[in-house]
């Protein structure tokens, strides 16, 4: 249980254009999600911190009209790169937090997409 | 502000050998902490995680960590490696504060095993 799907799994998208990254929980209701970027052979960088009928909030130095990042409803989340280069190019992963409380569904605290590597030429 | 320090960038153990992965950390209050598995191009596997309670931790594919508050670490361990362990290894931590539910991870540990 407590699986989150991350889509796509890789992309390559030409400079300028934009890319969505969607992650959907798929047998729970994720009220919370966290977006973080990663770069080859580093640590995750968590990007932003998204709840369910509210705005984003972003960590510092994240531009924030560049990584939109909507979440309608409390199966979906979605990261937008807008006007997207060369630079953005990462290894995307979203993750959702789960009560901290024993039994199945919240044993693990956060359970994590699978992760998204975009390509942008 | 809460971080994580896992000293050793690479690990190399021979297989059938004890490993030991080290993660120490700062955080205000009793900790959170977990510790993840990333294979190449994936996203993080769950291994185990410290809440309260015992201080050693049983977790997945025959991990263990051991919580040491005066040491303030939280170090992964296995009696004897095998070779698919060769992984992306993270420790993370958080405050146990309600309505602060980020995650802060360390720079993560590439352990090898070796045949």
């Known amino acids: 249980g407590a699986v989150v799907s991350q889509h796509p799994s890789w992309v390559i998208c030409k400079s300028g254009t934009s890319v969505k990254i969607e992650c959907r929980s798929l047998?729970?209701?994720?009220?919370?999600m966290f977006w973080y970027r990663q770069f080859p052979k580093q640590s995750l960088m968590l990007m932003a911190t998204s709840n369910e009928g509210s705005k984003a909030t972003y960590e510092q130095g994240v531009e924030k009209d560049k990584f939109l990042i909507n979440h309608a409803s409390l199966t979906l989340s979605t990261l937008t790169v807008t006007s997207a280069h060369p630079e953005d190019s990462s290894f995307y992963i979203c993750?959702?937090?789960?009560?901290?409380?024993?039994?199945?569904?919240?044993?693990?605290?956060?359970?994590f997409g699978s992760g998204t590597r975009l390509t942008v030429v | 502000a809460q971080s994580v320090a896992q000293p050793e960038d690479q690990v190399n153990v021979a297989e059938g050998n004890p490993l030991t992965v080290k993660c120490t950390y700062s955080v205000s209050g009793n900790p959170y902490l977990f510790w993840y598995v990333q294979y190449p191009n994936r996203g993080l596997q769950f291994l185990l995680k410290y809440i309260t309670g015992d201080n050693l931790v049983k977790g997945s594919y025959g991990f263990e960590a051991e919580f040491n508050k005066s040491q303030t670490s939280f170090h992964l361990k296995k009696p004897s490696a095998l070779v698919s362990d060769s992984a992306l290894y993270f420790c993370?931590?958080?405050?146990?504060?309600?309505?602060?539910?980020?995650?802060?991870f360390g720079t993560g540990t590439r352990l090898t095993i070796i045949p």
């Open positions: 993370a931590v958080r405050a146990p504060n309600f309505g602060n539910e980020k995650l802060t």
């Open positions: 993750s959702a937090s789960l009560p901290l409380r024993t039994g199945q569904l919240g044993s693990y605290g956060y359970t």
């Open positions: 047998d729970f209701q994720a009220t919370t």
